[in-house]
């Protein structure tokens, strides 16, 4: 427990008339002394008996460079408090409600509720809090600091950009077109809903009351691809960006990845799910090279360096940036599940 600027600007009040009277006598200047000391008093009663706060908060999501987040915190408690809820360089809180530090800041009555918004910058985990609670008297005479070790992480995934590997994925690593994406399966009857290109017509023709389409087995499910990422150094979030494009690139394609970065790996799989671990592990790798038993079965490899960053599809060699069509991120319309 301190005083405030007030505090003790009220006590240099105190201590001049009391000085005042005892020099000159003026024993008027006691009525100014005394209720200044009562409330001081009062203040430093009225915050000592405040309970120590405590917060809660909401998820973030997680999102890429430059995306804007929702940062929920309920802080209960009692009296008049100025909440601050510290941000990490690499999260910029909005400037509306930003102190001179960076901070989310607000003065209210507790319980409140702060929400604000927040702009991802840098991948990466990054976390928000801990939370500083300054609680005074309602005079802002006495003033009590709280540290409640309340945080909440918001991940940062690499950016994304629009890659044109896809053919010369199909055709380099898994040694097939676009065209030959599914097999004949078998021929059954007809139901509605089938499109009529599938209609077996030689089938069709034998029984005039019945009529069979050609049923596809989806190959797609059994493409996997292993892609591994290194790097030299100062050149880990080139290495990520790239590797986290062609990873949505062949997710995109139906085919499945397997991940082999310097610090983590993810198993083979597809779908939406499987594409936001691989975001999530690319956000978190750190540099360097996956161990050398792991790159002797590697499909798609992204390196980079100070020279730019190189993938290798089978075998060949291309910049990426030759394959870069644009650095829109190709997810920006669809979301990213937390």
């Known amino acids: 427990m301190q005083l405030t600027r007030r505090g003790y600007a009220l006590v240099a009040v105190v201590v001049v008339a009391e000085v005042l009277a005892v020099v000159h006598g003026a024993r008027a200047l006691n009525a100014v002394a005394a209720p200044a000391v009562i409330a001081l008093v009062v203040g430093a009663v009225e915050v000592v008996r405040v309970e120590r706060p405590t917060a809660d908060r909401g998820a973030v999501s997680p999102g890429f460079p430059g995306d804007v987040r929702e940062v929920d915190l309920a802080v209960d408690g009692g009296g008049v408090a100025t909440v ?136 797609r499910i059994e493409d996997t691809v292993v892609l591994a990422a290194s790097s030299e150094d100062g050149a880990v979030d080139e290495m990520a960006a790239a590797a986290a494009s062609v990873a949505v690139m062949t997710i995109d394609a139906g085919v499945g990845v397997e991940l082999r970065a310097p610090t983590v790996s993810v198993p083979t799989g597809s779908g939406v799910d499987h594409r936001d671990r691989l975001l999530r592990a690319l956000a978190l790798t750190e540099g360097g090279h996956p161990d050398p038993s792991e790159m002797e079965d590697v499909d798609v490899h992204v390196h980079a360096d100070a020279d730019g960053v190189t993938l290798t599809l089978g075998s060949r060699t291309h910049a990426f940036d030759d394959l870069t069509v644009s650095r829109a991120n190709p997810l920006a319309d669809r979301g990213v599940s937390a």
């Open 84 to 219: 601050i809820d510290r941000a990490p360089d690499r999260v910029t809180v909005d400037p509306a409600i930003a102190d001179a530090s960076g901070s989310a800041t607000v003065e209210a009555s507790l319980p409140t509720t702060l929400t604000y918004d927040v702009e991802l910058a840098d991948r990466g985990r990054h976390s928000l809090g801990p939370v500083l609670v300054r609680v005074s008297d309602v005079l802002g005479l006495v003033t009590a600091e709280f540290d409640v070790p309340e945080t909440a992480t918001a991940l940062v995934y690499p950016p994304v950009y629009q890659v044109a590997g896809r053919e010369a994925l199909l055709r380099e690593v898994l040694d097939r077109d676009a065209i030959e994406r599914h097999e004949f399966d078998e021929i059954r009857e007809y139901v509605p809903g089938d499109p009529l290109r599938d209609v077996h017509w030689k089938s069709t023709a034998k029984d005039p009351e019945e009529m069979f389409v050609t049923e596809f087995a989806d190959r």
